[in-house]
């Protein structure tokens, strides 16, 4: 495995070297890169050392980029500013902006210590109803730890934009969808018309991961939520995005569409979805907004980016360890777009 400027079996280039042994407290010896498997996007990979300290390090994807998508320095801003909130984040080390060193900005941040629950599979060291349970209610916690965060007093506050996020969000979306390689697109823009005729009063700005849910969060054994991070959509806006987009990656028996995203809670015994709205109105205290609309729009922009990252496979522009059965492809991406429009109609 190798990327522009990040090499794994063959080495590490002297740029690379000499940039780790400059800015990163501790390294001992070569540093060795690994590509997590599983990323979608924005690519992560394992450091290591000769002394066995582990870093994770997050770049760019090697082509196909979509506009205002993969851009490491915004996430690197929002990863140092909750660092020091109740938001558990990996602690941030140290960002590249030299061209020179990869070819691209990367950052690198502690690498996180835990269990990823991406998939059903991931899930299966999970034999408890009392684990299963702390991470549902761990998850939504979590969430609503991050939508307390007032974005002005952690310095973000300028990333706000005026006007209606979440229709900001759809213009964004559908543009980006029409960019990509997909030829049928009309059950995306059937749904698209549907949401924009039914967008909510906004709420107050909170910081919205954008990806929030349980194949971007490491648990402890017990369940608990420690780290959360891919913070490459975070965005100042309608917090209710991200309860929605937990709400769309995660399965209960029952289910007749599938998940927007794969995830752990397909294996069964884990909370249900009204199980998390519970929690989380309990742990923000808030009334809970129109959630058909914000399920809707969360399974209508999971299939727009699904066609970006379909169209990137296409291209070859995802790495050389990408794996067909990690893309979303043309049906899939339908059937979600068909059931955000179902939804709406509920």
Same mark, same amino acid.
């Given at each position: &495995? ?15 070297? %000499?940039?780790?042994? %400059? ?15 599983? $990323? ?11 002394? $066995? ?18 851009? &490491? ?20 080390? %140290? ?18 210590? $835990? ?93 919205? #991961?954008?990806?929030? +849910? ?30 929605? #987009? ?54 209508? +922009? ?15 522009? &995802?790495?050389?360890?990408?794996? %067909? ?20 109609? &509920?």
């Amino acid at each position: &495995m190798s990327a522009p400027g990040l090499s794994g079996d063959s080495g590490v280039p002297d740029a690379a070297v %000499a940039w780790f042994r %400059a800015n990163v407290p501790g390294l001992s010896g070569e540093p060795v890169f690994r590509r997590i498997t599983g $990323g979608r996007s924005n690519l992560t990979y394992k450091v290591s050392d000769d002394a $066995g300290t582990t870093w994770a390090l997050r770049r760019p994807p090697l082509g196909g980029v979509l506009e205002t998508a993969h851009d &490491m320095v915004r996430e690197w801003r929002f990863l140092s500013a909750l660092a020091p909130t109740d938001v558990p984040v990996p602690a941030p080390v %140290a960002f590249c902006d030299d061209r020179d060193v990869a070819g691209v900005d990367f950052y690198v941040m502690d690498f996180a210590p $835990g269990r990823v629950l991406n998939s059903p599979a991931d899930a299966d060291w999970v034999t408890s109803t009392a684990v299963k349970t702390r991470i549902g209610e761990s998850t939504m916690d979590v969430l609503a730890a991050l939508h307390a965060v007032e974005p002005a007093e952690v310095g973000l506050d300028d990333l706000a934009r005026p006007g209606n996020f979440v229709e900001r969000q759809l213009r964004r979306w559908h543009r980006q969808a029409h960019s990509s390689a997909l030829e049928d697109l009309s059950a995306i823009d059937a749904a698209h018309e549907a949401l924009s005729e039914r967008i909510p009063e906004a709420p107050a700005n909170r910081i919205a #991961h954008g990806d929030y +849910r349980s194949g971007n969060i490491s648990y402890t054994d017990d369940g608990q939520a420690v780290a959360v991070f891919d913070w490459e959509l975070a965005t100042i806006g309608d917090p209710y995005c991200d309860l929605g #987009h937990v709400l769309v990656s995660w399965s209960q028996p029952g289910d007749e569409v599938p998940a927007a995203l794969p995830n752990p809670t397909e294996a069964g015994g884990f909370p249900t979805r009204e199980d998390l709205l519970a929690r989380y109105e309990s742990a923000t205290g808030a009334k809970l907004p129109d959630i058909d609309f914000y399920i809707a729009f969360a399974r209508w +922009r999971a299939a727009c980016i699904h066609a970006g990252v379909w169209t990137r496979y296409q291209a070859g522009d &995802m790495g050389d360890t990408a794996d %067909a059965d990690e893309v979303t492809g043309p049906e899939a991406i339908e059937l979600q777009a068909r059931a955000a429009l179902a939804q709406l109609r &509920m």
